[in-house]
């Protein structure tokens, strides 16, 4: 089976790391190639990916109980992204494991483009959430 691994760190507190990443209406914000979500239930959601209006792609989402893994599983391409949260001294250390089935080897490397690329928006789109309220 077909996986990579990838992970950076943010300054951002992980309470804000987890705010975007355990709800899938602001996967949008950061999560590269999706172009719509919508039919957002307990256990999963639709995605609509960018340039595919009419390709629904339902996902089954799990997270844990302390704030600290989010596990996306497509229901269509069998595609599986565990992302895992560990507190740092100075913010927060985003990893994501992404396993792929055989049938889906081909994707392997666009996914590690998307993924890495999604994954220093979710880091950076924290860390500017962050931020303390402007003066006025």
């Known amino acids: ?10 300054p951002a507190p992980i309470e804000e ?4 990443l355990y709800d899938p ?4 914000e950061w999560w590269v190639g999706i172009e719509k979500i919508d039919a ?3 256990d999963g959601f639709t ?5 595919y209006p009419d390709f629904p792609m339902p996902q089954q989402l799990r997270t844990d109980g302390d704030g ?5 599983s497509c229901l269509v391409s069998d595609l599986v992204f ?3 949260l560990e507190p740092l001294d100075d913010g927060t250390r985003i990893a994501v494991h992404v396993e792929l089935t055989e049938e889906e080897a081909h994707r392997l490397e666009s996914q590690r483009g998307v993924v890495g690329a999604s994954l220093r928006s979710l880091a950076a789109l924290a860390a500017s959430t962050d ?6």
């Open 47 to 51: 995605l609509y990916p960018e340039g």
């Open 68 to 72: 600290h893994r989010v596990l996306v």
């Open 25 to 28: 209406t602001r996967f949008m």
């Open 131 to 136: 931020e303390p309220p402007a003066r006025g």
């Open 40 to 42: 957002v239930g307990p």
């Open 82 to 84: 565990e992302w895992r």
């Open 1 to 10: 089976m077909p996986t990579f691994d990838d992970s950076t760190a943010s």
């Open 17 to 20: 790391v987890w705010k975007l």
